[in-house]
């Protein structure tokens, strides 16, 4: 068996890679297991140095690690370069903050003296996806390295080589052999690995099924996990609304990436005022979308990661329309070469309608409209899922109190979803557990130990 990445721009073969036998992966294991003891009492400060080198070794190779990308998933190159930039802004975070937030903290009891110390667990399973195939990884990697963990990615299929180049990257920034290593082996494998005595614990982002299947496995385990598991995005527009900002940040939000992000916004929520409008605005800026090559400049729409990815989301646009949907403009795939689909609005969408309750993950802005602002925060919250969601309105007193009603993990008034070093990550519901980024995240992989002394 083996892992083939396939340009979804032109369908062409990227690279094979063979996949792992029993050997190779006990070899990868043992070689993890040696190194976690040493990583795990290095001091903080040679972490710090450890992680700023792997940044500066992203940022030296910034240009051929993001057509990597592109090649391999199809993301504009643009938004490729960005994001191997913002793995380097990460690590550069938790070395100049992880040693704060792995401190020791004093705590008056009826001891003498009595503390909390955070401990690395050991070594950390990472299940990650392919639409972010860099910052997912160094998203869970960055902190978890800082807290003195190891760390072992199972990546998508189909970004073979994504992964290899990210274990290159930790070599060649000097990390020693072990402290992270990408395994080649398929989904199937996955519970082996989560079985075995050297991992730890479990950061899986991904589908509601795979996450169900590592949760289950985990736990058997006794196995901490944090899951990742998607959303549906509510972005609410209130009739005070600043449009040319909303529909500016709706088309960022909805298309970054092709649609294809768990925090993009896929529930666009006007309230009755101001829907028509909103919507008219938001088709005219949709419009000027433009697929093409990614790796051009010019090219503002790129093709989504996969064919059969597409297809599965024209069958949920062709339900939705048949089911009462409008669509307002695109809803077709494009034909021709590449995994290509248009830019597109599906308006009026009602309970009942797959669009209503499903995540679309592509380039499909689904309109629900509302009659007020409590029908809005009603139907922002009609939702399985939780991760995140934003507010719009001039009066951000009201966004900060509607924000504050929304379930989710996260919700931005007057800007558009993103993920931050800086501020925890994560969603409830059925979009997941646990969080990522922050000390929040770094503290997910840690013993939270007490010591008591008379």
Request: proline fraction near 5%; charge should be neutral.
């Given at each position: 068996?083996?892992?083939?990445?396939?340009?979804?721009?032109?369908g062409?073969?990227?690279?094979?890679?063979?996949?792992?036998?029993?050997?190779?992966?006990?070899?990868?294991?043992?070689?993890?297991?040696?190194?976690?003891?040493?990583?795990?009492?290095?001091?903080?400060?040679?972490?710090?140095?450890a992680?700023?080198?792997?940044?500066?070794?992203?940022?030296?190779?910034?240009d051929?690690?993001?057509?990597?990308?592109?090649?391999?998933?199809?993301?504009?190159?643009?938004?490729?370069?960005?994001?191997?930039?913002?793995?380097?802004?990460?690590?550069?975070?938790?070395?100049?903050?992880?040693?704060?937030?792995?401190?020791?903290?004093?705590?008056?009891?009826?001891?003498?003296?009595?503390?909390?110390?955070?401990?690395?667990?050991?070594?950390?399973?990472?299940?990650?996806?392919?639409?972010?195939?860099?910052?997912?990884?160094?998203?869970?990697?960055?902190?978890?390295?800082?807290?003195?963990?190891?760390?072992?990615?199972k990546?998508?299929?189909?970004?073979?080589?994504?992964?290899?180049?990210?274990?290159?990257?930790?070599?060649?920034?000097?990390l020693?052999?072990?402290?992270?290593?990408?395994?080649?082996?398929?989904a199937?494998?996955v519970?082996r690995?989560?079985?075995?005595?050297?991992?730890?614990?479990?950061?899986?982002?991904?589908?509601?099924?795979?996450?169900?299947?590592?949760?289950?496995?985990?736990?058997?385990?006794?196995?901490?996990?944090?899951?990742?598991?998607?959303g549906?995005?509510?972005?609410?527009?209130?009739?005070?609304?600043?449009?040319?900002?909303?529909?500016?940040?709706?088309?960022?939000?909805?298309f970054?990436?092709?649609?294809?992000?768990?925090?993009?916004?896929?529930?666009?929520?006007?309230?009755?005022?101001?829907?028509?409008e909103f919507?008219?605005?938001?088709?005219?800026?949709?419009?000027?979308?433009?697929?093409?090559?990614?790796?051009?400049?010019?090219?503002?729409?790129?093709?989504?990661?996969?064919?059969?990815?597409?297809?599965?989301?024209?069958?949920?646009?062709?339900?939705?329309?048949?089911?009462?949907?409008?669509?307002?403009?695109?809803?077709?795939?494009?034909?021709?070469?590449?995994?290509y689909?248009?830019?597109?609005?599906?308006?009026?969408?009602?309970?009942?309608?797959?669009?209503?309750?499903?995540?679309?993950?592509?380039?499909?802005?689904i309109?629900?409209?509302?009659?007020?602002?409590a029908?809005?925060?009603?139907i922002?919250?009609?939702?399985?899922?939780?991760?995140?969601g934003?507010?719009?309105?001039?009066?951000?007193?009201?966004?900060?109190?509607?924000?504050?009603?929304?379930?989710?993990?996260?919700?931005?008034?007057?800007?558009?979803?993103?993920?931050?070093?800086?501020?925890?990550?994560g969603?409830?519901?059925?979009?997941?557990?646990?969080?990522?980024?922050?000390?929040?995240?770094?503290?997910?992989?840690?013993?939270?130990?007490?010591?008591?002394?008379?």
């Open positions: 068996m083996a892992f083939k990445s396939i340009n979804p721009a032109t062409q073969t990227v690279r094979i890679v063979e996949t792992w036998n029993e050997t190779q992966l006990e070899q990868a294991l043992a070689e993890v297991a040696a190194a976690t003891p040493a990583w795990a009492a290095s001091r903080l400060e040679t972490r710090a140095d992680l700023r080198r792997v940044a500066a070794v992203l940022r030296s190779r910034r051929e690690l993001a057509r990597l990308i592109s090649l391999e998933m199809g993301k504009l190159i643009g938004e490729a370069r960005g994001e191997i930039d913002k793995c380097a802004n990460g690590c550069e975070y938790y070395a100049a903050h992880g040693a704060e937030f792995v401190a020791d903290e004093i705590i008056a009891s009826d001891a003498g003296r009595s503390l909390v110390a955070y401990q690395p667990l050991g070594t950390v399973l990472a299940v990650m996806p392919w639409n972010f195939p860099f910052w997912q990884v160094f998203r869970f990697a960055a902190p978890a390295l800082m807290a003195g963990n190891t760390g072992v990615l990546h998508a299929s189909n970004v073979p080589g994504c992964a290899l180049a990210i274990e290159e990257v930790f070599l060649e920034a000097g020693p052999a072990g402290v992270f290593r990408s395994l080649m082996i398929p199937g494998r519970n690995v989560i079985e075995d005595k050297r991992i730890h614990a479990v950061t899986l982002t991904g589908s509601e099924p795979a996450g169900r299947s590592v949760a289950a496995t985990a736990g058997a385990q006794i196995k901490k996990t944090v899951l990742e598991l998607g549906s995005d509510p972005f609410v527009v209130l009739e005070d609304a600043d449009l040319d900002l909303a529909v500016h940040a709706a088309v960022a939000s909805r970054l990436n092709t649609g294809q992000s768990c925090i993009a916004a896929k529930r666009f929520i006007p309230v009755a005022s101001i829907a028509d919507v008219a605005r938001f088709k005219t800026a949709v419009e000027t979308l433009r697929h093409g090559d990614p790796l051009l400049e010019s090219t503002t729409l790129a093709p989504m990661a996969r064919v059969d990815l597409r297809d599965e989301l024209h069958q949920q646009v062709i339900d939705s329309i048949l089911k009462g949907a409008v669509a307002v403009t695109g809803c077709r795939p494009i034909p021709g070469e590449g995994a689909y248009e830019a597109s609005i599906l308006d009026h969408v009602v309970p009942g309608i797959r669009a209503y309750a499903e995540e679309f993950f592509g380039p499909v802005a309109v629900i409209r509302a009659q007020d602002e029908d809005a925060l009603r922002a919250n009609d939702s399985p899922f939780g991760l995140g934003s507010v719009w309105t001039r009066d951000s007193a009201r966004g900060e109190r509607i924000a504050r009603q929304i379930q989710s993990g996260a919700v931005f008034v007057n800007g558009m979803v993103k993920s931050d070093p800086r501020l925890p990550f969603g409830i519901k059925r979009s997941g557990y646990g969080r990522e980024l922050s000390r929040h995240g770094l503290r997910e992989f840690v013993n939270t130990k007490t010591i008591w002394i008379r």
